[in-house]
């Protein structure tokens, strides 16, 4: 090889080495620190890897108990893998800087990388230019995992936000958790004016929902630590509720009930189109149509409904089928979000 060919392969080596090292921090700095949705390509293609592998054993699953437990490894086990993959592509970046500052050889530079990166001492190089290199791979090395360490708090203490809540509806709703059964709490007393610090706190709740699950989306894939509930549901229960008050009864409410409703609504749909969108996901659909239809309340459902809040004594709205119409129309604002969120994360049949 000419001296001028491999000079070019050098410089051509560094530049490429500079460009990924530059984009990996960028993208581990917009993971866990800029306040804001962002998608990064790179942490897209880890989980997107792993989700790959992750869908392939739970399809051979024969019940829904398994795959919840198969699907329940996936974000931590992602979560672990970011920041091999961020230490890798540091690692080959800086490789290909020592090469074309002089090492001799891509296998020493990469050994060098190695060594620095993870501070090992064991590759050493007396040149001055490359040691400032060198001290400043082993920084960003120690960088990349303190960032990722410091984080794991704060995603568990999202998490466990997040869980009490669903905790709570399957108290107050019933096992099944049923929006019916949630109104019937709600007006144990017959009065709906008399629930505002309820619905406040509902609406805190999916406010920091919308918040959380966007900028940092692993916690969407975090699964509830009981196999029947989910985040997802939950969100769904809140909403049905809200709709069966609007559409079914005929009782003075308070202005609460509406703005929670909204915000339901808002959290849903942002987190539909940070997925669909600026991340790109396609879900799998992995349940069964019987795992399918039972997330989803049909005519029958609406039913039982009008019937069980009759015989809780509630005032109806004088016409059943045109309550029914009132309430799908307004499903249809959030019903294609909770269909696209249970088949990506795969949520139970009830909460």
């Known amino acids: 090889m000419s001296s001028s060919v491999e000079y070019g392969l050098r410089l051509l080596a560094g530049l490429a080495g500079g460009w990924l090292v530059i984009t990996t921090v960028s993208g581990a700095i917009r993971s866990f620190v800029l306040p804001r949705n962002e998608s990064v390509r790179l942490n897209a293609f880890v989980f997107g890897g792993l989700r790959a592998v992750f869908d392939f054993a739970a399809r051979r699953a024969n019940n829904y108990a398994r795959r919840d437990r198969i699907l329940a490894h996936?974000?931590?086990?992602?979560?672990?893998?970011?920041?091999?993959?961020?230490?890798?592509?540091?690692?080959?970046?800086?490789?290909?800087?020592?090469?074309?500052?002089?090492?001799?050889?891509?296998?020493?530079?990469?050994?060098?990388?190695?060594?620095?990166?993870?501070?090992?001492?064991?590759?050493?190089?007396?040149?001055?230019?490359?040691?400032?290199?060198?001290?400043?791979?082993?920084?960003?090395?120690?960088?990349?995992?303190?960032?990722?360490?410091?984080?794991?708090?704060?995603?568990?203490?999202?998490?466990?936000?997040?869980?009490?809540?669903?905790?709570?509806?399957?108290?107050?709703?019933?096992?099944?958790?049923?929006?019916?059964?949630?109104?019937?709490?709600?007006?144990?007393?017959?009065?709906?004016?008399?629930?505002d610090a309820q619905w406040l706190a509902w609406e805190q709740w999916l406010v920091e929902l919308d918040e959380s699950h966007t900028s940092l989306p692993v916690l969407a894939f975090f699964r509830s630590p009981q196999g029947g509930r989910s985040w997802v549901l939950a969100t769904g229960l809140i909403l049905d509720a809200a709709n069966l008050l609007f559409s079914a009864l005929d009782v003075p409410r308070s202005r609460q009930v509406e703005i929670t409703f909204t915000a339901g609504v808002l959290a849903l749909n942002r987190i539909h189109r940070f997925f669909d969108k600026k991340s790109e996901t396609t879900p799998v659909e992995l349940?069964?149509?019987?795992?399918?239809?039972?997330?989803?309340?049909?005519?029958?459902?609406?039913?039982?409904?009008?019937?069980?809040?009759?015989?809780?004594?509630?005032?109806?709205?004088?016409?059943?089928?045109?309550?029914?119409?009132?309430?799908?129309?307004?499903?249809?604002?959030?019903?294609?979000?909770?269909?696209?969120?249970?088949?990506?994360?795969?949520?139970?049949?009830?909460?």
């Not at 360490?149 to 399957?170: D, K, M, N, W």
């Not at 005032?315 to 309550?323: K, M, V, W």
């Open 74 to 195: 996936y974000a931590p086990v992602g979560l672990v893998a970011l920041p091999i993959g961020w230490l890798a592509l540091v690692g080959l970046g800086y490789a290909g800087i020592y090469w074309a500052l002089g090492v001799d050889g891509f296998t020493k530079s990469y050994e060098l990388s190695g060594s620095s990166l993870l501070t090992l001492g064991t590759a050493k190089n007396n040149d001055f230019v490359i040691n400032v290199f060198s001290y400043s791979e082993a920084t960003l090395g120690l960088l990349l995992l303190t960032l990722l360490i410091s984080y794991i708090p704060t995603i568990y203490q999202a998490f466990s936000r997040r869980e009490l809540v669903v905790a709570q509806l399957e108290l107050r709703a019933g096992v099944p958790a049923t929006p019916h059964g949630l109104v019937q709490w709600l007006g144990q007393d017959k009065d709906f004016t008399n629930d």
């Open 287 to 351: 349940r069964t149509p019987e795992e399918m239809a039972a997330t989803t309340p049909g005519r029958a459902e609406f039913a039982q409904a009008w019937q069980a809040l009759r015989a809780a004594g509630l005032a109806l709205r004088p016409d059943e089928e045109l309550a029914w119409q009132h309430y799908t129309e307004r499903r249809v604002r959030y019903e294609p979000s909770l269909k696209f969120l249970g088949a990506l994360l795969m949520t139970p049949p009830s909460i």
